[in-house]
């Protein structure tokens, strides 16, 4: 049995995506590992360079963007997930492409998750390039209330309040491990017997949401879900959503109606789902006309 299938989304990201892989073999030292890169329609010639610099990785090109959970179902179902017919690796792991993984990683990690077998998913502390810290990558739920906070802007005026600051738990140091709701989707390592009993990604969700989404399905089994700040992943971030920044921003609003969708909104007040939906509106309206006004090259991803 592998310890680890890497599956990797790329999206027109090709000198990135190189950086990723060549980062990999050291990340893994001591592991068995399979890498899988599923291209979503690149016109940069990403799938050409990873079958020829990088023969021991496998490409898949299902010869459409279908989206992110889309392409990181193809590359689950290849290493034996879902209805996969190979037998699944004990742990699986959703990579972005335009991350770098330190030495030892990987091995970190898998070495965390094997000592805690009650975790199903765990994340890293991911860093920007200026060295600043990336606060998508530990999240409540955005439940009606903690999106209240978000939609009103109470959560960045009192980042550090308990009550307020919950989206990206603010409140919490950065080098602090953590039961959290939700880890991101650039670095996703799940337990394999957790992805199995959850299922595979909600292809529903375009770009975006689809993590919090499998993370929610992980955590209603029972399993923690765990920010280990042990190890530290550089991502660069917005590398591929910022070649097509309205879709990404449309991507982003879409998927926070589809996750208010499938998990509150019947057990939500009218009143309440009235309000999530105007917010939702109200913001996208915004950051799309933020979007026309912003020369190409300041464009800006949607997301935290």
Same mark, same amino acid.
């Not at 039961?179 to 394999?192: E, N, Q």
């Not at 998927?255 to 009235?274: E, G, P």
């Given at each position: 049995?592998?310890?680890? %299938?890497?599956? =990797? ?13 060549? $980062? ?9 590992? &399979?890498? =899988? ?7 940069? %010639? ?19 963007? %279908? ?6 179902? =193809? ?14 690796? &004990? ?13 030892? *990683? ?13 975790? %199903? ?14 606060? +998508? ?10 999106? !209240? ?20 738990? $603010? ?22 017997? +957790? ?34 700040? *042990? ?8 590398? $591929? ?6 879709? +990404?921003?449309? +991507? ?6 589809? !996750? ?9 007040? !009218? ?8 917010? =939702? ?24």
């Amino acid at each position: 049995m592998l310890d680890l %299938g890497i599956v =990797i989304v790329n999206y027109n990201t090709r000198d990135l995506l190189r950086d990723c892989l060549q $980062s990999l073999p050291d990340a893994c030292r001591g592991l068995t590992c &399979r890498t =899988i890169v599923v291209d979503n329609n690149s016109s940069d %010639g990403s799938a050409e360079m990873v079958r020829g610099a990088f023969p021991g990785v496998t490409v898949r090109e299902p010869g459409r963007n %279908g989206g992110y959970a889309f392409a990181n179902n =193809i590359g689950l179902r290849e290493v034996g997930f879902g209805d996969g017919v190979a037998a699944p690796p &004990r742990y699986a792991l959703l990579l972005n492409p335009d991350t770098v993984v330190p030495p030892d *990683g990987l091995t970190r990690m898998v070495a965390f998750m094997d000592a805690n077998p009650n975790v %199903g998913v765990v994340g890293p502390k991911l860093v920007r390039q200026d060295g600043a810290f990336d606060r +998508a990558c530990r999240r409540s739920f955005p439940t009606p209330e903690v999106s !209240f906070y978000r939609l009103t802007g109470l959560s960045r005026l009192f980042p550090r309040s308990r009550r307020f600051g919950r989206y990206n738990l $603010s409140y919490l140091s950065v080098d602090e491990q953590a039961d959290v709701d939700a880890v991101v989707g650039a670095f996703m390592l799940m337990r394999g017997e +957790a992805l199995q009993a959850a299922g595979l990604l909600d292809e529903t969700f375009f770009m975006y949401g689809e993590d919090l989404d499998l993370c929610y399905r992980i955590k209603a089994l029972g399993w923690r879900v765990v920010y280990h700040p *042990g190890v530290v992943v550089l991502h660069v971030k917005g590398a $591929s959503s910022r070649q097509a920044s309205r879709r +990404a921003i449309n +991507a982003f609003y879409d998927a926070m109606r589809i !996750f208010h969708d499938k998990h509150y909104r019947a057990q939500s007040a !009218f009143l309440v789902n009235w309000m999530v939906d105007l917010g =939702i509106g109200l913001m996208r309206a915004v950051a799309l006309a933020g979007d026309r006004l912003r020369p190409h090259g300041r464009k800006r991803v949607a997301s935290a």
